[in-house]
């Protein structure tokens, strides 16, 4: 066994919930970031149950991912970890689609294309830096099921960055909003991916 096998597959000193609760204090940090920049806490203006329910969703979500990935980090890892935030994101999902739900005269559309790219932009240049910080803390913890281990971390800073959106954006989600939300999650799992790939060649 080399030197750098041996080292993936010492035991980690600090417990996953620990390290869970490391990444989660860096999205509470964008999330002050956010506050003292002047964006404004939107839902204070009077949000409807359904977008409660997806910041519900979406924060479970971030929380539950993130303590799967560092639990499927571990070399004895069960993989039924990867199944801990599946109700979450079912709530986050159904919710966000029960958003849909509009006045008869509503824009189906809701918000011009602009408005969405705005949402996609801050999905993403929120998610991927809490995305690389997941990859920087999984990167050597994760030599033995890297894709399930980092697919769970961009779940996490896919489900962060929509909980944060909705803090200073909350709105009855349209179908362009949907569709941005579905972009960005695709975009950061499948980055996820491709980093696992590369930790699985490196190994």
């Not at 979500?61 to 079912?90: D, G, R």
């Amino acid at each position: 066994m080399d030197i750098d096998r041996h080292r993936a597959l010492a035991p980690l000193r600090w417990p996953p919930a620990l390290r869970a609760i490391l990444w989660l204090d860096a999205v509470l940090l964008v999330g002050a970031g956010l506050a003292f920049s002047g964006k404004p806490v939107a839902l204070t203006q009077g949000a409807d149950p359904w977008t409660w329910l997806a910041l519900a969703g979406s924060t479970l979500t971030a929380v539950l991912a993130a303590l799967s990935a560092f639990h499927l980090s571990l070399p004895s890892a069960n993989p039924v970890w990867a199944q801990l935030p599946a109700p979450a994101f079912v709530l986050w999902v159904a919710a966000s689609v029960g958003c849909l739900v509009m006045p008869a005269d509503a824009d189906a559309l809701g918000d011009p294309l602009p408005k969405a790219g705005e949402c996609l932009g801050f999905l993403l240049t929120t998610g991927l830096p809490l995305l690389a910080l997941m990859v920087f803390m999984l990167w050597r913890a994760a030599p033995l099921a890297p894709r399930r281990a980092l697919s769970m971390g961009a779940l996490a800073s896919a489900g962060a960055a929509a909980s944060l959106l909705t803090l200073v954006h909350p709105h009855p989600a349209s179908l362009l909003d949907l569709c941005a939300h579905a972009s960005a999650i695709v975009v950061v799992l499948g980055i996820g991916l491709a980093a696992a790939n590369l930790r699985r060649l490196s190994f």
